[in-house]
């Protein structure tokens, strides 16, 4: 089994940046896609960024692109998601999920692990 635990949410103004983190335990991360999704109050959760296993190709959605950065560190078994130049309509829960299998990473139903979620809140 495999424990995701998101962790560095708070609250910051706009124009900040933020990092927040998933560790994982349970098994290594290095054979796994990972990906940050986020569920504003009243919205679906929605795809953020993601992060393959192979080459560690990466991938966002138009409205964090050029903001936003996600990596990970293997050894430490993490990944991170830094976020800079936030806006007010990034206030969210931020959730990290992973994947062992192929699949597409822009698509929730695609992650068999997910974590409880950290809040970033932005305000103007």
């Known amino acids: 089994q495999v424990q995701l635990v998101e962790s560095g949410g708070g609250l910051v103004q706009a124009g900040d940046s933020l990092r927040i983190s998933c560790t994982t335990s349970g098994r290594t991360i290095s054979s796994f896609a990972m990906g940050w999704f986020r569920q504003a109050l009243g919205k679906e959760r929605e795809f953020v960024a993601a992060?393959?296993?192979?080459?560690?190709?990466?991938y966002y959605d138009d409205g964090v692109k050029g903001r936003f950065t996600i990596f990970r560190d293997n050894a430490k078994n993490t990944v991170y998601l830094q976020m800079n130049s936030l806006k007010p309509e990034d206030t969210a829960v931020y959730y990290c999920?992973?994947?062992?299998?192929?699949?597409?990473?822009?698509?929730?139903?695609?992650?068999?692990?997910w974590g409880q979620g950290t809040q970033v809140t932005v305000s103007s």
């Open positions: 999920a992973g994947t062992d299998k192929a699949a597409n990473v822009y698509y929730r139903g695609s992650y068999d692990y």
């Open positions: 992060i393959g296993w192979t080459m560690g190709s990466t």
